[in-house]
């Protein structure tokens, strides 16, 4: 898996929980613009956001504006997902995902691993 996403878990509402995705060996992760997406049970892939390899942040159109963020810290070679305000609604897997690139063009993911899984009970 070149991808691994971790930092899920089971929360209430209104709590806050960061994910984070590091690539797996001989994944040149620095190179490419990563970002996540979620999918919850019987409804359709979601983009969240994206950074590219320069940082530079391009989010999704999702319901999750001002209450998720995206960052990127190139020592550890880690991108993370902070979210806030957390929503049952937001109950899904979430998946770290790669570009085919350094740029976050059309949010067009082409590699992702198994995505950890969030839990928001009301």
């Known amino acids: 898996v070149q991808l691994q996403a971790s930092g899920g878990g089971s929360v209430q509402a209104g709590d806050s929980l960061t994910l984070s995705c590091k690539g797996g060996s001989g994944f040149s992760f620095s190179q490419y613009a990563i970002g996540w997406f979620r999918q919850a049970p019987g409804k359709a892939r979601e983009v969240i956001s994206c950074i590219s390899s320069s940082h530079r942040t391009t989010d999704g159109a999702g319901s999750v504006s001002g209450r998720f963020k995206i960052s990127r810290d190139s020592f550890e070679n880690t991108v993370s997902l902070q979210m806030t305000s957390l929503k049952p609604e937001d109950t899904a897997r979430y998946y770290c995902?790669?570009?085919?690139?350094?740029?976050?063009?059309?949010?067009?993911?082409?590699?992702w691993g198994l995505g950890t899984l969030v839990t928001v009970s009301s």
């Open positions: 995902a790669a570009m085919s690139g350094s740029y976050c063009l059309d949010l067009d993911f082409q590699t």
